[in-house]
């Protein structure tokens, strides 16, 4: 591939398969978990600050001052909404029966904490006034039950999966618009903007983008004004979401603004090497940690080990949204069959700077499939 167009708009049709079957699959695992923590009745709530724990449990993606759905372990779970004026909206994009308008949620939840065996989620994203409140309706302590909706999202669904792919395919062509568009002379917000306006036509609903350009970059970060000049290495990370930010995908990736040094791509070579050996052991029952050595194995092969540590690097991939999985040395965390993840070796050389590759894949019964499309090489600008 070498250029790309806009793509039209999509994701109604997407949107309609998040039906109550879908909800009630995700439910399923979510009560799995609850039965194995003793949990009777759990409290699923979503903020501002952090929006998509309600999306996954109710397909309603939050307007205003919060969201909750009760979930018990037997019977039907209800959606509560924080903004009267935006009820109508809940019961039509929501698969769930019972969708109520609530004005006062932080009574509703210390009411039902109050009840034995119950648990919430994300009260820590909540303000703190509002948690506050909770925990005085309740009478006391909150049990924190994010840990057990992280474990109960860990394997995608197929329509989870689906829309994955669906921001993977958006990463990609986002890229390839940026690339076509780019041009010397271009401050950083203007082909940051250009990669934005990709995502969002072709039916992104958000995007955690960051962009650095430079000769010699110590880190990927946030853009400026600063303008892409010749000989600059332009280093992505690029991860639009569809529906929500629980169905993100990352594409890293390297460009040159004229032709790159031998010196760069043969570093980039070994980024790709790096990768190729991480994605060779990917199957479940991996052990993260596994596959970040593997990685790092690579790369220190070349006299680059002290660099395979902080303050150089963190994390050689990780998910996103609910269930991730950070991969990190430490990590001894086996794979499962539906995991969704980034595996990227980006990696800082003393030589070059910093350099981006990385490619989101979705975990197999027998290994891994990719969703990225794109060649493994630095795109040369000339």
Known sequence: MTSATVPARTGQATALAVDRAE???RHAAIRKVMAEDGIDVFLIYSSPLRNYDVHFAANYDLIGRGALVVLPLDGEPVLYVGEEW??????RVSPLGDVRYEPDLAALCGSLLKTKNSAMTALEWAGSTFAAEVKAAAGGAVRDAS??????ATRKTPVEQALIREAAALADT???????????????????AEMEYAMRKGGAVDNFGLFTSGKHNRAIGLVTDKPIENGDLLIFEIT???????YSAQLCRTMSMG????????KFNILTEAL???????KPGTLVCDLVSAQDEVISRYGFAEYCKPPYMRARGHGFGIGRTDLAPKNKRPLEAGMAMIVHPNQYFPDVGYL???EMIIVTETGYERLCVLDRKVYQKV
């Open 240 to 246: 639009p979401a569809r529906l929500s930010r629980n």
């Open 356 to 358: 981006a590759l990385g």
């Open 174 to 192: 986002s890229f390839l618009y940026a690339f076509d568009k780019l041009t010397e002379g271009m401050p950083e917000f203007e082909l940051q």
């Open 259 to 266: 032709a790159a040094r031998p010196a760069v791509v043969e």
């Open 86 to 91: 935006d009820l109508e909206r809940a019961r």
């Open 276 to 282: 190729e050996a991480g994605l060779a052991i990917v």
């Open 23 to 25: 909800i009630d699959r």
């Open 147 to 152: 840990p057990t909706l992280e474990r109960s």
